[in-house]
């Protein structure tokens, strides 16, 4: 009986021994990812490794030519007679010691300022020097980026101010050449040539869209002196100069006569009203330029392969201009603050045509 005991004891040590020898068939998870972790720290190592060894190098180098210049430039002044005047222009060894950075940071900078990484026969160091150069450049101040337009026209405002104040208010600003001509001899729009003659209607809306701006900036500048220094007087005069900048592109398409037909019709409807002092019509118009009047289908529009007779109305010629880019948007929203204004300035006999 002994002897079986210690022979199941045989067996089950050798079964064990076998088990911790042979090779495991499954990994876990945490395992795989510690050996991941291990092997990119020691490739991490190596790399810094390898960088530290070529900075060293390169300053070893810099250092080198510096010792070597310095030797070549007191040889000279001890041969010649006339001391050497020494140069002003710093020394590029020098600078490129003070910024030593990799070379996929250097990408990184001048990528995100919108230059190219590398110039044609453009080492490293040369392209260090060169994104310095360009980093001293933006910090003296001749590169301004991620400015504000309403903060822009707000300042623009205030020097104006500053101006008119200089000058004690000696007198107003002269009308623009474009509109003192033609300011008392705006004609109305006539919808009917949208038919006959749309070319005539570009040089209407143009005197006129321009007649009731300058209008805007004369009542802006006929303001007491109080409520123009005031925080609101200075939003106001801000949001003036603003829309005149943006109203710009839709001046030039004008003079130009491309607009599309479309929007032609819409602005001429919403010129014509303005002029008629039927503001809530406007609005109409205005906003069919700007969302449009096309039904917006909501969950599943097609559910068959047959057309439904509700399918035609999803049509795709009442398209919302505000959305199609960043300027159209813009003088959009231009044209619908000189609809308020005017509003303002004229208001309508029957106050139903009143915007909301």
């Known amino acids: 009986m002994d002897a079986l005991k210690a022979e199941i004891a045989l067996k089950r040590k050798y079964v064990q021994n076998d088990a911790e020898m042979r090779p495991s068939k ?10 991941k972790e291990e092997e990119e720290r020691r490739a991490r190592e190596e790399k810094e490794k390898e960088m530290a060894a070529e900075q060293a190098a390169e300053r070893d180098a810099a250092l080198a030519r510096s010792k070597q210049k310095k030797k070549v430039d007191t040889s000279s002044r001890s041969t010649s007679n006339t001391p050497l005047p020494e140069s ?20 990184r900078r001048l990528r995100a300022k919108g230059q190219p990484i590398r110039l044609f026969g453009e080492s490293d160091r040369d392209r260090r020097l060169r994104l310095r150069a360009l980093e001293l450049i933006e ?48 004609a109305m729009v006539d919808l009917g040539l949208l038919k006959t003659d749309p070319d005539k209607l570009y040089p209407v809306i143009y005197y006129a869209l321009k007649r009731t701006l ?28 603003q829309s005149a900048e943006y109203l710009k592109p839709l001046f030039k398409t004008l003079r130009s006569r491309n607009l599309p ?14 002029q008629k002092r039927q503001y809530q019509r406007a609005n109409d118009s205005y906003l069919r330029l700007s969302i449009g009047n096309a039904p917006w289908p909501i969950g599943v529009t097609m559910v068959g392969i047959h057309e439904r007779s ?45 915007m909301g």
């Not at 990994?27 to 050996?35: D, H, K, S, T």
């Not at 960043?326 to 208001?347: A, C, D, G, M, N």
């Open 139 to 186: 910090e003296r101040g001749h590169e301004k980026a991620g400015t504000n337009d309403f903060r822009k026209a707000l300042e623009d405002v205030e020097s104006v101010e500053r101006e008119l104040r200089a000058k004690n208010d000696k007198g107003k600003k002269k009308d623009d050449g474009e509109v003192s001509n033609n300011a008392g001899s705006v």
């Open 26 to 35: 499954y990994v876990r998870r945490g395992e795989l990812e510690r050996m």
């Open 261 to 274: 037909p479309d929007m032609l019709v819409r602005i001429a409807e919403i010129v014509y009203y303005m």
């Open 214 to 241: 300058k209008e805007w900036e004369e009542a802006m500048d006929e303001r007491p002196e109080n409520v123009k220094r005031t925080h609101q007087g200075k939003l106001a005069a801000a949001t003036q100069v």
């Open 310 to 354: 509700a399918r035609e109305k999803i049509s795709t010629d009442q398209v919302a201009h505000v959305l199609n880019d960043e300027v159209s948007r813009k003088y959009i929203q231009s044209l619908k603050r000189l609809l308020t204004f005017s509003q303002t300035k004229y208001p309508p006999e029957d106050v139903s045509q009143l």
């Open 88 to 107: 002003q222009d710093p020394d590029p060894t020098i600078l490129e010691g003070s910024f030593n950075i990799p070379s996929n940071e250097a990408i």
